[in-house]
């Protein structure tokens, strides 16, 4: 039986530590990529917890602070009434939560998009962007992204 492709090494599955760590800086590239569709003051939920899915990416935190960051960037997410910026708070959440599950990354650069969208920016250059970006790690990893991303059908949801 093939094992999911986002499973940690140390958990029995394919996915190693240095690879599940360059998940999270392509997660955290695609949510810093939009914090600029925010026109308010940031809460600090936010940038704590990108700063902390630096940290876990650099492993200088442990993954149970990533996910209270987590928390913390979803509270934002629930609590905002703008829909950009409900957007890139969830995108953030997901980022940081990448620590925990690999494939958070995933929500990472889909909520990114949607922020876009929800913007009316060009989607298509952004998506070029985060492609670029993701050209940036092994082929393997290239690869499950971009499965996930078909198999989860998430181009029909943005």
Known sequence: MKRYPFIADHRGGPLTKDNHRKLI?????CSEHVLFLIDI????????????AKKWENDSVPTGVAMKASLGAHAVARYVK?????????SIGQTVATAHMAD???GGAFYALKAIKLAKKDIENERDWQIK???ELPSDIIEIVQ???????LDKRI
Request: aromatic share 10%.
């Open 133 to 135: 970006k993701l050209g």
């Open 41 to 52: 003051e940031i809460d600090e939920r936010l940038l704590y917890a990108l700063d902390v």
């Open 82 to 90: 703008n829909p950009i910026y409900k957007a890139v708070a969830r």
């Open 104 to 106: 958070h990354s995933l």
């Open 25 to 29: 800086k392509w997660a955290r590239e």
């Open 147 to 153: 499965a996930m991303w078909i198999k989860k059908e």
